[in-house]
Every structure is written in C-alpha cells, then in structure tokens.
C-alpha cells in the first residue's frame, strides 16, 4: 500500500494537470452540455474532458483502484478509492469567475487519507495528507482560532432548486446579524481550504456532495478545523459545518434550532 504522502503528491500532480487543461481550453463562453437538479446546474463540456483526463491518469497508475467521480459515477473496487470533482464550481466556471477548482481526495478503506485541490484561477494547490498537515506552496497551513461567533467570517453557499433556496435565505437571516459577515464564493472545495488558510473563519452550507468537499474537508481538518453534520452525526450532504473547535460549536447550535436540513 503507498503511503498518504505518495497519494497526495500524484492527487498534486493529477490536479495540476487537470486545472491547467482546463485554464488552456476554457473558451471565452464555455458551452453548457447538460443540466443536473435544474436549469441553473450546468454541466460543461470541459468538466467530462476534466474527469475524463483524472481517470485516464489515475488508471494508468492505480488501475486496480475504485473512482467515484461527478460526472462519470462509480467504478472499480478494492481498499482505495479516488473521489473526484473535475471541477468544483461549473457556474463560476462558466462566467468567467475565479472560484473553482480541481478537487481530488483518496480513500483508503473508507477514510480520506489524502487530497489536493487545485484553484487553478488563482494558481493554488492546497494539499493534504492524514497527520502530516495542509500545505500551500510549501507553507503548512492553520485556520483561525479563538474567533468568537459574532467576529467570525463565514463562507456558504446555496442550492439550485427554488424551494431549498428559500429555506437557505431564512436561515441565512438569522446567521448574518450573529455574524461578523458572509461570504458566497461558490465553490465548496475552495471555500474549505479558505478556511484551512484563514481567509474565512467558518463554513456551513446544505447541498454539496462527497466529491464536493472530501478533499477540502481533509484540507480543513488537517489545518486543526473541526468539520462535522448537526447534533454529532459526520459531515454529509444535509448540512456540513466547518470551523476551528469553539467556534464550531457556537455555529453549530446557531443554526442548529433553525432546521437547516429541510427544503420548504
């Protein structure tokens, strides 16, 4: 079995490839493909290519290995599992804006032991290796501590559908006045590893998926965050929180009484 530094240094490398694929070929206007939960959750043509090139890269080292990925789903078996976002923010993607990134995480028998994500915009990898710490071009990272709630900055995000959106707004009323401010970047991926770097304070939001935020979520962990679901249960798809201990928890039971895991 290769050790958690070997798997995150080919998640670094894969990534890096896939973002600057990405950077070379996005047009002035990319085309939208298809759409997911609604109209306004698009699939490029670049974000196949992208997941197309991590799996050709991954089997061609680890053929024996399990992917899941966005775009293509579930495949293969065994102990190692590779979790791949080809690109984590499409509708940031799509404009023109600078938040979105290349997310790839590792699994060994179930538990994430690696990760890289690749904000290619910005040209930042942030890597992640279980119990060896988050890195940024060769600075270790750690998230902000001792910030009390109403100081703390906290990142976002909401969903595509009408009714989720409306319940995301009712919430997001009662955590911005307790808050020192908001910030909706767009991607989960990146807005993990802001926090991993201390350019946000906190994150919650419900609606990303596994291969949204496991390798943000290694990052996150890894700079001494605290990432998990409502009332003890792991982080997941209903609502993931993010935060150095202390002010994990004061987010936690903020948004806790608000039932931000219902859609209407």
């Known amino acids: 079995m290769e050790s958690v530094l ?3 240094r080919l998640a670094e490398e894969i990534s890096r490839e896939a973002g600057g694929m990405l950077l070379v070929k ?3 206007r990319p085309e939208v493909l298809a759409t997911k939960s609604s109209p306004t959750d698009v699939v490029t043509a670049l974000d196949r290519a992208s997941e197309e090139l991590i799996r050709a890269r991954i089997r061609a080292v680890r053929p024996d290995d399990a992917i899941l990925g966005e775009e293509g789903g579930s495949t293969g078996a065994g102990r190692v599992r590779w979790i791949v976002d080809p690109i984590d923010g499409t509708v940031n993607f799509l404009y023109g804006l600078p938040e979105w990134a290349v997310s790839i995480a590792v699994e060994v028998d179930g538990e994430v032991v690696a990760g890289a994500v690749n904000v290619a915009p910005r040209g930042e990898v942030f890597t992640a290796a279980k119990g060896h710490g988050a890195w940024l071009a060769g600075e270790r990272l750690r998230c902000n501590t001792g910030v ?3 100081r703390a900055l906290i990142a976002t995000g909401f969903g595509y559908e009408a009714g989720r959106r409306r319940v995301q707004a009712e919430v997001l009323a009662r955590v911005l006045p307790r808050v020192r401010d908001i910030r909706r970047g767009g991607s989960a991926a ?3 590893c802001s926090l991993a770097a201390g ?5 919650y939001e419900r609606g990303p998926q596994y291969w949204d935020y496991a390798a943000g979520g290694l990052v996150a962990t890894e700079a001494g965050a605290r990432i998990g679901g409502l009332r003890g249960r792991p982080y997941n798809p209903d609502l993931t929180i993010c935060a150095a201990p202390g002010l994990f928890e ?4 903020l948004l806790a009484p608000l039932d931000p895991e219902r859609d209407a």
Request: hydrophobic share 35%.
């Open 250 to 253: 004061e987010l936690h039971d």
């Open 6 to 8: 070997t798997f995150a």
């Open 190 to 192: 990146s807005d993990l």
């Open 26 to 28: 996005r047009p002035a």
């Open 199 to 203: 350019r946000v304070d906190g994150y």
């Open 148 to 150: 009390p709630l109403d």
